[in-house]
């Protein structure tokens, strides 16, 4: 994974940035808005959304005297990618696992397969 990957998944590490994310998604929101929310103090919310800056998963536009937060939907589609061929990748090597497991337990058959 690249490195803006892996920033972006050490972002969603946390469940109240997932949860931040997730409102931003639909709509811009005050990090006083995301700190109700998502029932963090408002310093706690502000360094939640500096990561998800950094990561690049949140854009912030000044509206007068007012930091509005929204969600950069097309970092989050990039990252959504990486993590679909991620999991398709391991998950296909997990069941040539099992499977070898499988016939190894019945002596080298090949195991049945189920009807379907």
Not at 43 to 60: C, I, T
Not at 62 to 72: C, G, Q, T
């Amino acid at each position: 994974m690249t490195d803006g990957i892996d920033r972006g998944m050490q972002a969603l590490a946390h469940a109240g940035r997932r949860r931040m994310l997730r409102l931003v998604s639909t709509g811009e929101r005050t990090s006083s808005e995301l700190a109700e929310a998502t029932d963090l103090s408002r310093s706690a919310a502000s360094q939640h959304l500096k990561v998800l800056r950094d990561a690049g998963l949140v854009h912030v536009r000044v509206d007068a005297n007012r930091r509005l937060y929204s969600a950069d939907l097309a970092a989050l589609a990039i990252l959504r990618e990486e993590l679909d061929a991620y999991w398709a990748d391991h998950l296909d090597a997990l069941k040539r696992t099992a499977e070898d497991e499988q016939r190894r337990r019945a002596g080298g058959r090949r195991p049945r397969q189920a009807a379907g």
